[in-house]
Structure formats: structure tokens, C-alpha cells
């Protein structure tokens, strides 16, 4: 799987967009973008995935670079509750075979939102 | 929709004993599902791949006779800590995959073992 890279921590004032970035220069094509988050003492929770092009969802939106080497997830109104780590995880995607799913988590970048 | 649930939350073992930990997918069926173990300030760490009916997969480093792991069902998974020791106190966090290859994966609340 293609390494990561996240910045340990960021701020972010509430109501206002978190945008946190995600390094993954040795892509391969067939791998996607997955972001998850962890809230203290929870099990991680599925944000978003992506392959190539731009996704958004009800929680979040994913964009990624045309290059593919690196991605920006953006929480467009963060509140307290977003207070979390967050990680970007690259894996191939759901045609990858019977390991698809075994995700491997970095150190992902702590994200805390003030008032 | 996708939900994974763990059971018990948090337990509290003495040194010697075993616990088991149930993984749940309440709304779907998994065929596979990943147990993983995080310690304090760290990130978590894969330990084992679970498939029903079949063997786990354990990861290296991992005692496959000191974490027992049974999927004898399309929902259901179990993970057995035998005989704790104090340094087996940890989170422990399942996933599981549908079997509808386009769904992410998703995890249960986690249980929260200490070994005393």
C-alpha cells in the first residue's frame, strides 16, 4: 500500500471549514483514497473514499489532485464534535481481491476545533 | 445502514483468565472481518483477518494461541484473549467488510480490556 503523510495537528475555529491534507506521492492507479476518523476512546468512523475524481457526501468532501499524489479532505463547517484524528489511508479499492479491507493507519493528524 | 457492533465496551479481567469479545455486523453480512489492537497514543494495528469459515490470517508478531479468533457465522466474529496478562490491556476494535464489494469498511465502538 502507498505510504501517507499527514501533518500531526491542526486548528480550526468553529463553523469555519477544516481543510486537512494528505500526501500520497506513490499512488498506484488502482488504489483509492479512504479517510476515517477516530473520536477519543471510538472506533474509527468512515468519512469518505475516493478514486480520481472529486467526492462529497453528507459529511464531507474529498478532492483530489489530477496527479493523484495527493488528496485535501474538507469538513465544510467543522463544530466541536469534529474534534478527532483524523487518517487518510490509500488501499486498493473494492475490485482488489479477498484483502481488500485491511486497512493500515498511520499517525493520521489530530485535528481540534475551538469555539 | 452498516453497522458493526462490539460487545462488551469495557471489562475488567484478572491475570490468568481469559475474555472474549464479540464483533457483530448488524445490518449486513461479512464475509470478512479485521480485528485490531491500539494502545495508548498510538494508532491502531492490525492483528488478525478473520474469514468465515476458514482460519484467521494473524499478522506477525501476533500469538494466534494467545488471541483465538472464531468466525462461524456471516455476523458474527469472536475474539478470545487467553490467559491476560497485564500487558494484553488494550483497546481492541473489529471491522468488517460486506460482502458487496463497492461498500468501505466499517468498525464497531471498540472494547476497552485491562488485565489486573
Known amino acids: 500500500d502507498a505510504k501517507t503523510t499527514q501533518p500531526t495537528s491542526m486548528d480550526c475555529a468553529e463553523g469555519r471549514a477544516a481543510n486537512l491534507p494528505c500526501n500520497h506521492s506513490t499512488i498506484s492507479g488502482n488504489e483509492y483514497v479512504y479517510w476515517y476518523r477516530q473520536i477519543h476512546s471510538q472506533g474509527p468512523q468512515y468519512i469518505i473514499h475516493?478514486?480520481?475524481n472529486n467526492e462529497t457526501n453528507e459529511m464531507a468532501s474529498l478532492i483530489i489532485t489530477e496527479d493523484r499524489k495527493s488528496s485535501t479532505l474538507i469538513l465544510p463547517h467543522a463544530t466541536l464534535r469534529d474534534t478527532a484524528v483524523y487518517y487518510c489511508i490509500v488501499r486498493v479499492g473494492p475490485a482488489g481481491g479477498t484483502s481488500y479491507g485491511k486497512l493500515t493507519f498511520g499517525q493520521g493528524t489530530i485535528l481540534t476545533v475551538h469555539p | 445502514g452498516a453497522v458493526v457492533s462490539q460487545h462488551p465496551s469495557w471489562v475488567i479481567c484478572k491475570s490468568g483468565t481469559s475474555v472474549k469479545i464479540e464483533c457483530r455486523s448488524l445490518d449486513f453480512q461479512a464475509t470478512t472481518m479485521f480485528w485490531y489492537r491500539q494502545f495508548p497514543k498510538q494508532s491502531l494495528m492490525l492483528m488478525a483477518t478473520s474469514n468465515e469459515g476458514s482460519k484467521a490470517t494473524y499478522e506477525q508478531g501476533v500469538e494466534k494461541d494467545k488471541f483465538l479468533i472464531n468466525h462461524a457465522s456471516l455476523t458474527l466474529s469472536t475474539l478470545t484473549v487467553t490467559s491476560a496478562h497485564p500487558e494484553d490491556s488494550s483497546f481492541y476494535i473489529c471491522?468488517?467488510?460486506?460482502?458487496?464489494?463497492?461498500?468501505?469498511?466499517?468498525f464497531g465502538n471498540g472494547t476497552r480490556l485491562t488485565v489486573t
Open positions: 475516493g478514486l480520481k
Open positions: 471491522s468488517a467488510r460486506a460482502t458487496d464489494p463497492r461498500s468501505p469498511l466499517h
